[in-house]
């Protein structure tokens, strides 16, 4: 195994380059490396292998890599299939440092591809060589100059050098983002395909670019996670290091995809669990790929919101966390538009200080009426625009400031455009965003170094992320758990988790339940209900069972035993016929209960992820209205305050609208104490839900009047 000097110098840095099947046919992909090498500068050796050519584009070919003496850094295997194996195989036993497989055909094409993957899944491990791939489009460096890539975006006549890092799941993203910077003026400094992911993935290699001082920030585009630890642990120290990781990933759509058997799988989803996996460790996530390009501008080289005050300095207390953002203008309507997006996002924007408003009044600019600064086409001056935003920045009543310029952006940079140019770099985050399409002023703005938006989406996201993004939470410890829920676990192990053994499980771990008996038949149910007392809630008692309303098995408000054992004959009856298969253990004679609000908590180890917690609006509709809010597991109480605060149903728990106010801390506590199912001791429970969860008035607490635990399969 490489070190990671080793490891970041042959990926980014190599000296002697192998291309494994190279084609003196320009025509074909497999000519490109070695073209787009000598096109953009690179002064290494480049080592053709091809048996049947002495001679590639002008270097001399070799038939075989034995033939090459010496070391060689990296190999990039332009052979398909089988031949892309044999070749890895080859570059193992030849001690090669990385190897790079263009060709897809591998696990993403079927059983025999995926038989084909194993194998070089079993050369890595054998040999001790590091892959990029397979479907690996290449790795590129502008400093030193290295384009090893067949992507046909690197056609272009020059390559711009930049300082940001990009690592992409998706080979042709890489030359859309390519294209879209290089209009913008903006280069890279290293762009990395990483394809399948066979050993080379995303989190290792943002963790070496974590220690590259050509990088500023890695943007991330992804598909999935694979190795999720690794990234983790690049996120954290990227974010020691003072360097933004942006991700971008697809599947926003798909909730729901890879349900459980519990509600929570479906409004958990993977895209969610991605969400909580960014929250825990500080990455920034933005939803438009436009962000990729346009959000690392307000992001390199600046503190966060959380460290700075409002001036711009670092901030000394609470006060110093802000989401206040000014906006000026010479047009209304293109600043509606930002000014609309930055509201969805969770930002505020506040109204112009008096000092602003008296400036501009004698200029004939009412700026006081509102909160938007509107300029309109008189204040289109340089002296007016450069006035405005000055007196802006140094307002401690607000934590950024935006100017959107309109048509003058066009036509006449001059007047509205140029006078910015002043403000480049300011402490406090400021930003342009231009209504017309300006690739002038565009240039003009970003070679100053003033970050510019030609969409008022990315414009808003760009200063929601600057303002908002999170930073990595501590892990909470986890408590070892008590010996009644190691009991608890292993009967539900031994007998299969019906509701009443879930139950045990969630009281030993401290979330309060409902008072409860179970009987083994109807016959019993009437005692139970005397003892409990009535009103009670009686349920079919089965393992099998996942859904008890679905298949009949559930009857509330039964005043007394009569009433009680009358219904749980007619239960039997319905649930038997609706589950035939389905085996009975009696019944669950419980204590109604009433709350303020019904909450689900559900609990869920993610394929991606690890252990994850979601708290949601409750009762029968959780699944409709997929109001959640989900963190990776465990949480603390204050986490879990977070999570309560984003769902907007259960608002009503805060006083809303002068209503009474619910049990917010019990509420908190439980879904803490829910979330330590997290630990290692209980890693065969798969799921567990509990729906819902009565929350009462302040200071009364919180009960669990139904719970799920689904196993592991074994």
């Not at 394809?195 to 990088?215: F, H, K, Q, T």
């Not at 600064?373 to 204040?379: E, F, K, N, P, Q």
């Not at 070679?447 to 808003?460: D, I, K, L, M, Q």
Request: hydrophobic share 45%.
């Amino acid at each position: 195994m490489h070190d990671p000097k080793t490891l970041f110098e042959a990926l980014f840095a190599p000296r002697r380059i192998a291309l494994v099947g190279a084609s003196a046919d320009v025509t074909k992909t497999t000519s490109r490396p070695q073209r787009f090498l000598r096109k953009h500068g690179f002064s290494g050796e480049i080592l053709p292998i091809n048996p049947s050519r002495r001679e590639i584009l002008g270097e001399v070919a070799h038939a075989s890599l034995d033939a090459v003496p010496g070391d060689i850094d990296h190999a990039y295997i332009l052979l398909n299939g089988r031949g892309a194996v044999d070749a890895l195989a080859a570059c193992g036993r030849r001690g090669v440092t990385v190897a790079s497989i263009l060709a897809g055909g591998f696990a993403d094409a079927g059983a025999a591809g995926a038989s084909m993957q194993d194998d070089l899944v079993r050369i890595v491990r054998d040999t001790g060589i590091r892959l990029v791939g397979p479907n690996s489009i290449g790795t590129v460096s502008t400093d030193p100059p290295v384009a090893l890539t067949a992507n046909a975006a690197f056609a272009v006549e020059h390559l711009r050098k930049g300082r940001w890092a990009v690592v992409s799941q998706s080979g042709s993203l890489i030359g859309a983002l390519l294209s879209r910077a290089d209009a913008r003026g903006i280069g890279f400094s290293r762009l990395i395909s990483v394809g399948n992911e066979v050993d080379l993935a995303v989190g290792e290699i943002a963790d070496l670019l974590v220690d590259d001082p050509a990088s500023d920030a890695i943007l991330l585009f992804m598909e999935t996670l694979r190795d999720g630890e690794r990234l983790a642990r690049a996120a954290r120290r990227a974010h020691a290091a003072g360097k933004p990781m942006i991700a971008y990933k697809l599947g926003r759509s798909e909730i729901g995809q890879e349900l459980a058997k519990s509600h929570t799988g479906a409004i958990a989803g993977s895209d969610a669990t991605f969400d909580a996996f960014c929250h825990r460790h500080g990455i920034a996530r933005v939803s438009m790929f436009e962000s990729l390009v346009d959000v690392p501008a307000l992001l390199v080289d600046r503190p966060k919101a959380s460290e700075r005050g409002a001036s711009g300095r670092r901030a000394r207390g609470p006060q110093g966390i802000g989401r206040r953002v000014a906006v000026a203008t010479t047009t209304g309507g293109g600043a509606a538009m930002v000014v609309d997006n930055m509201a969805v996002a969770g930002l505020d924007i506040v109204g112009p200080p008096q000092a602003l408003v008296d400036w501009l009044k004698p200029l004939g600019i009412a700026a006081g009426e509102g909160r938007l600064v509107d300029l309109t086409l008189a204040g289109a001056k340089p002296e007016i625009v450069a006035g405005t935003i000055e007196r802006l920045l140094a307002d401690d009543g607000n934590d950024a400031v935006i100017f959107v310029v309109g048509s003058s952006a066009q036509f006449n940079p001059e007047l509205a455009v140029e006078p910015l140019l002043a403000f480049a770099r300011s402490a406090k985050p400021f930003a342009v965003s231009l209504t017309p399409s300006a690739e002038k002023s565009v240039a003009l703005l970003t070679a100053a170094g003033v970050p510019v938006f030609r969409h008022p989406e990315s414009c808003a996201e760009a200063m929601a992320v600057c303002l908002l993004r999170p930073t990595p939470q501590p892990v909470p410890e986890l408590p070892e758990p008590t010996a009644a829920a190691r009991e608890a676990l292993a009967d539900g192990r031994r007998a299969g988790f019906d509701e009443r053994r879930a139950a045990a499980l969630f009281a030993a771990l401290g979330v309060p339940m409902a008072k409860a008996m179970a009987v083994p038949d109807a016959r019993r149910v009437a005692a139970a209900v005397d003892e409990i007392g009535g009103p009670v809630a009686l349920k079919i008692l089965s393992a099998d069972i996942a859904h008890k309303t679905e298949a009949g098995g559930v009857a509330l408000g039964l005043p007394d035993g009569q009433h009680a054992a009358v219904a749980a004959r007619d239960m039997e009856k319905r649930v038997r016929a609706h589950s035939p298969g389905a085996r009975l253990e009696g019944f669950l004679v419980q204590k109604m209960e009433r709350g303020l609000a019904e909450v689900i908590l559900g609990f869920r180890r993610d394929p991606l992820v690890g252990p994850t917690v979601t708290v949601g609006l409750g009762g029968v509709l959780a699944e409709l209205y997929k109001d959640a809010a989900t963190r990776l597991a465990p949480v603390d109480e204050d986490e879990a305050r977070q999570m309560i605060e984003a769902v907007k149903g259960l608002a009503i728990l805060r006083g809303y609208r002068n209503l009474p106010r619910g049990d917010v801390s019990a509420l908190a506590r439980a879904v803490a104490a829910f979330s330590t199912l997290a630990h290692q001791a209980f890693a065969e429970v798969s799921d567990a839900e509990i729906n819902p969860l009565l929350v009462k008035r302040d200071g009364e607490g919180v009960v669990a009047v139904d719970g799920l635990v689904v196993l592991r399969a074994s």
